[in-house]
């Protein structure tokens, strides 16, 4: 009997508590996790902050949060790296993914638009052919926000992490 009754208390007290969270709304969050270091690190963005980011020619920006970034080094990871090992190029290591070679291209590839555009329909570096080395990555391989948050990704680093699209990488 006295067990129940026990019981019946250690359940009624667990049910008032969480009766009184909800009603004073205090939200219980599951412990965060450790920060990606390359994203906190070289990046410099941490998970509860965004970097703004150049999105077209016209100098508009675009906030992208810690986890769109996470996501887009997480598709470079799985899409890209095999050739653009820390921005550079390995087909041509003249032509790296640094912000300087991005800004050189012809049309420029320093945008979130331009880079998007490129993925899309790869040009070589003078915008005159088809780029057969860099796969086409078509909207039903990835989606525009997956794309994106690629371009993201490249653009930050090419702007902020060290030794990104250089030889020192």
């Not at 969480?18 to 998970?47: C, H, N, R, W």
């Not at 796969?135 to 992490?161: G, H, M, P, T, Y």
């Amino acid at each position: 009997m006295l067990q129940r009754l026990g019981r019946f208390f250690r359940l009624s007290l667990m049910g008032a508590a969480i009766a009184l969270t909800v009603a004073l709304g205090i939200a219980i969050a599951p412990a965060q996790a450790t920060p990606d270091p390359y994203i906190a690190q070289y990046l410099k963005v941490q998970p509860d902050q965004s970097a703004d980011i150049k999105q077209n020619s016209i100098g508009m920006t675009r906030a992208f949060n810690y986890a769109e970034l996470l996501r887009g080094k997480e598709l470079f990871g799985k899409n890209c790296q095999s050739c653009h090992v820390g921005g550079s190029t390995l087909a041509s290591p003249d032509l790296p993914l640094s912000l300087v070679a991005l800004q050189g291209a012809t049309p420029p590839r320093d945008s979130i638009d331009a880079l998007v555009t490129y993925m899309r329909q790869p040009l070589g570096y003078t915008g005159e052919d088809d780029n057969y080395g860099c796969r086409e990555i078509k909207e039903s391989w990835l989606n525009q926000n997956d794309v994106s948050a690629i371009a993201a990704f490249v653009l930050r680093a090419a702007s902020i992490a060290p030794g990104w699209g250089t030889k020192d990488f």
